[in-house]
């Protein structure tokens, strides 16, 4: 019997074992995407039918070297998988693709241009520069988390709009839900140790918020540089014994610190979309976001949203959430509410047309 090919390949390779942002995505894309049409390349045995295996060793666990890695494999070797299983498109969740073949149809995933907005020397900024830029140009379509992400990729990057499609991203039910527990005395911070998330002004505002009682809770990666300015700031502030620096959570332990938190604060200078932010509605939680990026169209009115770069604004909305119970009433209703717009069943179906109308 001869099986018919797969319309598209997804690139699997930026997931790991300890997902977060892209990976997260790739991991739930995988999951919604639909079997007969769409083949995963998977680099960590997640047992879903219709995938082939890649190495394990290409994703963000694994440093510079793991991105270095994957974009020599997705160079030399990505090519041959394609022709290998006769597929029409390779689906990347990320904006890397071979640049270097000819013939090659790839669609691929913009979530933002905050290297560019926020540039800081070194081998990342040339990465988005010069080999972003060129796989965006030769892609069929580019898929663009937001509308925020889609202005940006045009504007900065000049890619024409017609290729330039937006898919909004979404959460799993299943994981996130509100559970009713009462809420404890901490707010969370949920996202890597980079400028855009504006750390700096998450630890100003809970200091002036004055409450030693409280805790912060501050879950992802840190960076080499960043996350001993931060916790040099904390001690500053008087407010190191509050903190609580955790590198990286389980699902259900991310679960439960969503519903019991005061609030998350999401307080970036830009987002290309706001993965946490939904998350939290979904949960139920208070969310006081930022003005900028595309996090206003994730939390549209579900949540506070304040100037990023004035603490004072954020240490007042935090306040709010304390006295006014008004808030969390409004947060349990709305959140999940607003959250159901968003869907990753949704996102796959958008992405399987667009695939279908192009083949």
Request: charged share 20%; with cysteine.
């Amino acid at each position: 019997m001869r099986f018919s090919p797969p319309l598209a390949l997804f690139n699997g390779s930026p997931l790991g074992q300890r997902p977060t942002g892209i990976g997260v995505v790739t991991r739930a894309l995988a999951k919604a995407l639909n079997k007969d049409l769409v083949m995963f390349l998977d680099p960590v045995a997640t047992g879903r039918s219709n995938s082939l295996a890649i190495p394990k060793t290409l994703s963000m666990d694994h440093g510079w070297k793991g991105h270095l890695r994957r974009l020599l494999w997705t160079q030399n070797q990505l090519p041959g998988l394609l022709r290998q299983t006769d597929a029409s498109f390779l689906l990347s969740p990320l904006p890397e693709a071979p640049v270097l073949r000819k013939g090659i149809r790839s669609i691929v995933l913009a979530h933002d241009l905050i290297p560019l907005r926020f540039p800081r020397p070194g081998p990342l900024l040339a990465y988005h520069l010069t080999y972003v830029p060129l796989v965006l140009h030769q892609a069929e379509r580019v898929l663009c988390n937001s509308e925020a992400t889609a202005r940006e990729v045009h504007g900065w990057l000049r890619v024409p709009r017609h290729k330039l499609v937006v898919v909004r991203l979404g959460f799993d039910p299943g994981q996130l839900c509100p559970l009713d527990q009462p809420r404890q005395p901490f707010f969370l911070v949920l996202g890597r140790h980079d400028y855009n998330k504006n750390i700096f002004g998450v630890l100003r505002a809970f200091a002036h918020l004055g409450h030693p009682d409280l805790t912060l809770k501050l879950v992802g990666s840190p960076h080499r540089l960043l996350t001993p300015k931060l916790k040099r700031l904390a001690t500053e502030l008087g407010i190191a014994r509050q903190c609580q620096w955790i590198s990286w959570v389980s699902d259900q332990e991310r679960l439960l610190l969503l519903n019991r938190a005061q609030a998350l604060l999401m307080l970036s200078l830009w987002e290309g979309f706001g993965l946490p932010a939904l998350e939290a509605m979904a949960c139920g939680a208070p969310v006081i976001a930022g003005k900028a990026g595309a996090l206003p169209e994730v939390v549209g009115s579900a949540g506070l949203l304040v100037d990023p770069a004035n603490p004072f604004h954020a240490a007042e909305a935090m306040a709010a959430v304390l006295s006014d119970r008004t808030i969390q009433r409004q947060a349990r209703q709305a959140g999940p509410s607003r959250a159901a717009r968003f869907s990753w069943d949704a996102t796959a179906r958008q992405v399987e047309s667009l695939l279908e109308e192009l083949a």
